[in-house]
């Protein structure tokens, strides 16, 4: 018995926050974002949309597509660096209330941009000890709420969505997931965070008024790191199992920037007709950033069934994660 991604939904808000609305609110330009990121624009939440309400409209759109029905589904997972609420109950279990699928363990982790991937391998992992059945995994986020717009370094990047798939079991290999690599390095954890509102500096007037709630990074740090740690995971995932950069269908890359993914890409060869690009319209949605491209990809018809799909991504912590997936999907 195998873990197969039986379907893929996705959701992003309606309001668009371009370029040039980012001109009037820092000291950038429209040149200077898509230059160095290749982000055109981004999706933000209204004001009455939280990062669950973004989840559930993915979730349903992906219970829809697997032809299952939602008391089918046994284990809720959602991962997400922007949580409803901070503590408690998690975006899961409020994702759970909300579809009406009730009395099933339902719980969030915390791996920020790697989310959807870490997720995955913990679905495989349930899937093919025969613990669960059938697994709703969600990235969603409303990182607007976590962005300080006075920050050139960081608004121009980020944008809210969410992501979900169904994971499901099949005897099939052909359309199953192949591998997973999850790797963290703690050491790194400094780059980028939001050190503010946890119980290392609890939420006060003093931490608000420094910013400490919002997100801090030292992006070229990241980026210099991202790029090497992405190459060398997605070469390793890739020879391990006996895999060409020609066997496979489909590259999605974690859609952070795009000169991250040129670099992964050219160092690989890889086509760029087979590699998955959203960043330019949603930029970087952190754990909704996968799920959301590959539905993209999956709207436009380039998914079939039996399609092997090459799955990289990097984030804080630091965290990052390859996968090798065979859709098994229709
Ligand atoms: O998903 C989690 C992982 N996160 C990432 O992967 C993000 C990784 N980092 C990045 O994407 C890039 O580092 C950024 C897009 C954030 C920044 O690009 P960069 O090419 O690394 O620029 P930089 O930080 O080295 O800054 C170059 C210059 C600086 O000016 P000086 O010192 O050369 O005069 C910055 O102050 O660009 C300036 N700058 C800007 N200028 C216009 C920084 N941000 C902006 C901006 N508009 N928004």
């Given at each position: 018995?195998?873990?197969?991604?039986?379907?893929?939904?996705?959701?992003?808000?309606?309001?668009?926050?371009?370029n040039?609305?980012l001109?009037?609110?820092?000291e950038?330009s429209?040149?200077?974002?898509?230059?160095?990121?290749?982000?055109?624009?981004?999706?933000?939440?209204?004001?009455?949309?939280?990062?669950?309400d973004?989840?559930?409209?993915?979730?349903?759109?992906?219970?829809?597509?697997?032809?299952?029905?939602?008391?089918?589904i046994?284990?809720?997972?959602?991962?997400?660096?922007?949580?409803?609420?901070?503590c408690?109950?998690?975006?899961?279990?409020?994702?759970a209330?909300?579809?009406?699928?009730?009395?099933?363990?339902?719980?969030?982790?915390?791996?920020?941009?790697?989310?959807?991937?870490?997720?995955?391998?913990?679905?495989?992992?349930?899937?093919?000890?025969?613990m669960?059945?059938?697994?709703?995994?969600?990235?969603?986020?409303k990182?607007?709420?976590?962005?300080?717009?006075?920050?050139?370094?960081?608004?121009?990047?980020?944008g809210?969505?969410?992501?979900?798939?169904?994971?499901?079991?099949?005897?099939?290999?052909n359309?199953?997931?192949?591998?997973?690599?999850a790797?963290?390095?703690?050491?790194?954890?400094?780059?980028?965070m939001?050190?503010?509102?946890?119980?290392?500096?609890?939420?006060?007037?003093?931490?608000?008024?420094?910013?400490?709630?919002?997100?801090?990074?030292?992006g070229?740090?990241?980026?210099k790191?991202?790029v090497?740690?992405?190459?060398?995971?997605?070469?390793?995932?890739?020879?391990?199992n006996?895999?060409?950069?020609?066997?496979?269908d489909?590259?999605?890359?974690?859609?952070?920037?795009?000169?991250?993914?040129?670099?992964?890409?050219?160092?690989?060869?890889?086509?760029?007709?087979?590699?998955?690009?959203?960043?330019?319209?949603?930029?970087?949605?952190?754990?909704?950033?996968?799920?959301?491209?590959?539905n993209?990809?999956?709207?436009?018809?380039?998914?079939?069934?039996?399609?092997?799909?090459?799955?990289?991504?990097?984030?804080?912590?630091?965290?990052w994660?390859?996968a090798?997936?065979?859709f098994?999907?229709?």
């Amino acid at each position: 018995m195998y873990a197969s991604l039986k379907s893929i939904g996705a959701y992003a808000p309606e309001r668009i926050l371009n370029n040039f609305h980012l001109e009037e609110m820092v000291e950038t330009s429209d040149e200077w974002i898509e230059k160095r990121t290749g982000i055109k624009e981004r999706r933000i939440a209204s004001e009455d949309e939280s990062t669950s309400d973004l989840g559930v409209k993915a979730a349903e759109q992906a219970i829809e597509r697997a032809g299952i029905a939602k008391e089918e589904i046994d284990l809720i997972i959602c991962a997400t660096l922007s949580p409803d609420y901070l503590c408690m109950p998690s975006t899961a279990c409020v994702i759970a209330g909300k579809l009406g699928i009730h009395n099933v363990m339902a719980f969030d982790i915390s791996a920020a941009c790697s989310g959807f991937v870490y997720m995955l391998s913990m679905a495989k992992a349930f899937i093919e000890s025969g613990m669960k059945k059938n697994i709703l995994l969600i990235g969603a986020e409303k990182i607007s709420s976590l962005v300080d717009y006075t920050d050139r370094g960081t608004c121009i990047l980020f944008g809210d969505g969410a992501g979900a798939a169904i994971i499901g079991r099949t005897e099939d290999k052909n359309e199953a997931i192949v591998d997973i690599h999850a790797s963290a390095d703690g050491r790194y954890g400094e780059l980028l965070m939001t050190p503010g509102c946890g119980s290392k500096y609890p939420c006060s007037q003093e931490t608000l008024d420094n910013k400490l709630n919002f997100i801090k990074m030292q992006g070229n740090d990241v980026y210099k790191i991202a790029v090497k740690t992405l190459t060398n995971d997605v070469i390793d995932i890739l020879e391990k199992n006996n895999v060409q950069v020609s066997d496979v269908d489909h590259f999605i890359p974690h859609q952070a920037n795009l000169r991250i993914i040129e670099a992964v890409r050219t160092k690989l060869e890889f086509p760029l007709e087979k590699t998955v690009l959203t960043v330019a319209k949603y930029g970087n949605t952190s754990a909704a950033s996968i799920p959301m491209a590959m539905n993209d990809a999956y709207e436009q018809g380039r998914i079939k069934k039996g399609d092997l799909m090459l799955l990289d991504t990097f984030g804080g912590g630091f965290t990052w994660a390859s996968a090798l997936v065979r859709f098994g999907g229709h």
